[in-house]
């Protein structure tokens, strides 16, 4: 689903390497978890994944298709819930919805059906008629989330998707990556909740200083240390 070969990206002139070498092949049917300190590359990975940034080198491989040759057919496999709801404040969340249809070509009797399934989800009926301006930041995250997601892309790219989210809608988005999941599809998502990721990934990759340190299940990280966390794992990588 997923295929990234030897990618890598510097910033100042190629004094500062975001990302390093990095290569890692996601799977369908799998929720990969992608950890890092801050600073560690993982935004810069995300941000090319989805082409908001041209690699210095390196391939991008997206539902079968190469993100630098076929960009568009690529970006629409991809449902991308970024770090910051960055959103148009000036619309309501409806016309905003409908925008994210119109982009992504949903048909209007499925858009209909999808736009109140994460409504409803939400709790965001009674709002989304009010400009996203008078919006919260948990609010905000909502919408995008919905509007990321109404296409039904096979691969859903997220960016600390749960940070803003009330208790309610993060148990439902894991739910839902889940269910998504199950179908055959993919879930490659970034969080600092190391709770999360442990109970929910099915692989977890740590990237540290742009380089990808470790990647397997969490069986295969714990090296056959049952007793150890993903924390303690985490914490042991990061600082040799």
Same mark, same amino acid.
């Given at each position: ?5 030897? %990618? ?13 070498? /990095?290569?890692?092949?996601? =799977?369908?049917?799998? *929720? ?14 995300? =941000?090319?994944?989805?082409? &908001? /940034? ?6 991008? *491989? ?12 690529? =970006? +629409? ?16 969340? @409806?016309?905003?919805?409908?925008? @994210? ?10 858009? +209909?059906?999808? *736009?109140?399934?994460?409504?409803? @989800? ?8 009010? /400009? ?9 995250? =909502?919408?995008? &989330?919905?509007?990321? /997601? ?30 998504? !999941?199950?179908?055959?599809? #993919? ?6 909740? &190391? ?5 929910? !990934? ?8 742009? +380089? %990808?340190?470790?990647?397997? #299940?969490?069986?295969? &990280? ?6 150890? #966390? ?11």
């Amino acid at each position: 689903m997923l295929r990234i070969s030897n %990618l890598s990206k510097s910033y100042n002139r190629g004094t500062v390497k975001a990302v390093d070498n /990095l290569s890692l092949l996601v =799977k369908p049917g799998e *929720i990969f978890g992608f950890l890092g300190p801050n600073g560690a590359g993982k935004t810069t990975t995300i =941000k090319m994944i989805v082409g &908001l /940034l041209k690699p210095d080198k390196g391939s991008i *491989i997206v539902n079968g298709y190469d993100t630098r040759k076929n960009s568009i057919e690529a =970006k +629409k496999s991809i449902g991308y819930v970024p770090d910051t709801p960055v959103v148009y404040d000036r619309l309501t969340g @409806m016309e905003y919805l409908n925008f @994210m249809a119109d982009v992504y070509q949903v048909p209007a009797d499925r858009r +209909k059906e999808r *736009i109140n399934y994460f409504l409803e @989800m939400f709790d965001l009926v009674d709002a989304v008629g009010d /400009l996203i301006k008078s919006y919260s930041h948990g609010m905000k995250q =909502k919408i995008v &989330l919905a509007g990321a /997601l109404l296409h039904e892309p096979a691969l859903w790219i997220m960016d600390e998707p749960m940070v803003g989210l009330d208790p309610k809608s993060s148990h439902l988005l894991k739910e839902l990556m889940r269910q998504h !999941c199950e179908k055959g599809n #993919t879930v490659f998502f970034s969080t600092h909740i &190391l709770e999360v990721a442990e109970r929910l !990934c099915d692989r977890i990759g740590i990237i540290h200083r742009g +380089k %990808l340190i470790a990647v397997g #299940t969490l069986d295969e &990280l714990r090296g056959g240390e049952q007793a150890e #966390t993903l924390e303690n794992i985490f914490l042991e990588l990061t600082e040799q």
